[in-house]
């Protein structure tokens, strides 16, 4: 398992943590964040109330909120206010709760089971869950756009661009198109950028959006942006290790499925042992780029051990 | 049917007209925004091509592109140039196409035809149509806020924020649900209402484009988003009677299914000859709303009268 290296490894890591708890501290962002979810999101109310409601359904499901954790961390870096961080993570969660909504519908992965609770199509049906979905991916839009977010409305346009760009055809959802049309063909190469696509674009997007809200230099804004590309990996493997690792209890949705629908991840392309070892590899590249901010944020540069180590 | 007295409506409402060809009006509206929307829609490239194509495949079927004429002319009113108007109804037209493309799904309106073609997920799949629906949604928000739509970022975020509005839970998604959730028991004003959101939400967005582009005065926002909201019951009652007078050929799509569904429209509610008296009250109403713009803006109208005579 190269389980020993990788506690050296970790303890290594750890250092610039300076006793900083991880988890108490994504809990308190998880919950900062919640607080600004429920004012932005509706309420059910009128005829059209059940897809309010849906919406609600499908936010409030007890996530780590790991995307608004990263937003809140790279701006606090730049002096950015965490009451405009937090509504870039709020507009950021509720996008990336629609793209759970969708995938989950019969036509995609056809999933029953998230966190624990049923699927927003099965706990409602599946018009409302469409159109619940569709309508947190624009109510992202309008979050951003409003001026409570930020003062400047160049900042918010640039917001609002980049989260089109990652959330769009070429980004979280071109992934989406190649992981349905994957095949037991896809290499070590195909399945990173199939996950680069999928689930990187919106950790890039969070982790530049607080150099975009600090007016911070372009040079600051790569650096975050390198963070967050090797620090999906790690995410995107360490999901993939739980996968064929853990169980429903601990994860809340079902196991094993991967390997059951013969679908290529970095764990079946190269194992257990190979997968982590890679994962190990882009935690220590994560930490690198971030350079001088490594030591600024521990909060930053402390999660990708953390994940290596999550068992949920 | 009471058809001459439409027939004195319609002359003296063409009066301010002034010898314009309304219908080539439109046409050339709509070729000019086509070569924007070929522009600002991806090429179907890589392994995420398919729904690059399916958006293309919606987008680019033969309609009539009245909401983008709407920008236009809203915006030539206001000294806008035609190349910012343009992408700004290229925008509106790929939100429009999206909602389409999702209404068309088998777990809402169930439709394989739309405009004489296969809908989406017949040509496609189910899933590729649900992709390339959220990705029209997610770059309508992409070219509003791209520098080419307008130099000022302020315009550029307020077209946003008033687009993630008028197509959100309480807009055109909220009037989706109300309509899927409708009775037999539904009057005259919950008709009006559902409508108002379902189809009139992106009408009034259009007509406010224009002076939003031209930081035209919050009068003028009022008098074109009045002449919007009665164009829209035009609109909307103009297509009712379609589903009951006119034939799948001329449409190019299923007719009388409204009837069939038992779904409360104008035109069943009030019956053919009172669901047109309606119309042409509001045809009216309309271009009253547009005070002095009336005679300045022959294209908006003479639009509402020209709605009433439509065939398809």
């Known amino acids: 398992m190269g389980h020993s290296d990788m506690t050296i490894d970790q303890t290594k890591a750890r250092e610039p943590l300076a006793g900083l708890d991880l988890p108490q501290a994504i809990n308190q962002s998880a919950k900062a964040v919640d607080a600004v979810l429920e004012q932005v999101l509706p309420s059910p109310q009128g005829p059209q109330g059940r897809v309010q409601e849906a919406m609600r359904y499908a936010t409030f499901a007890g996530g780590k909120r790991l995307r608004p954790f990263l937003v809140l961390h790279s701006a606090r870096l730049f002096g950015v206010d965490d009451a405009h961080s937090l509504r870039v993570g709020a507009a950021l969660e509720a996008l990336h709760t629609y793209s759970l909504v969708h995938d989950d519908l019969p036509c995609m992965d ?11 199509h099965i706990a409602f049906d599946e018009m409302t869950a469409v159109l ?39 980004g979280m959802i071109g992934g989406q198109v190649i992981d ?21 674009q919106l950790f890039e997007f969070a982790c530049e959006a607080g150099p975009i809200l ?22 995107q493997i360490t999901d993939d290790l ?12 079902a196991v094993g499925k991967d390997a059951d629908m013969g679908k290529a991840t970095l764990v079946t392309l190269l194992g257990v042992d190979g997968a982590r070892a890679e994962a190990e590899k882009r935690a220590h590249a994560a930490i690198a780029a971030l350079g001088p901010y490594a030591a600024k944020a521990p909060e930053l540069s402390g999660l990708p051990f953390f994940l290596l180590d999550r068992e949920a």
Do not use: W
């Open 242 to 253: 739980l996968d064929v690792t853990s169980t429903a209890e601990k994860t809340g949705k």
């Open 180 to 200: 349905m049309l994957a095949t037991e063909k896809f290499g070590v190469d195909d399945v990173i950028n199939l996950q680069r696509l999928k689930t990187g």
């Open 214 to 235: 600090g007016n911070a230099a372009a040079e600051d804004r790569q650096r975050l942006r390198a963070y967050a590309r090797e620090m999906g990996v790690v995410f």
């Open 132 to 170: 619940a979905g569709d309508a947190l991916l624009t109510v992202a839009f309008e979050i951003l756009a409003d001026e409570k977010t930020h003062p400047d409305p160049a900042v918010r346009i640039a917001l609002v661009a980049r989260l089109a760009e990652a959330g769009g055809h070429d």
């Open 110 to 120: 056809d999933d029953d089971l998230r966190r624990g609770r049923p699927t927003t």
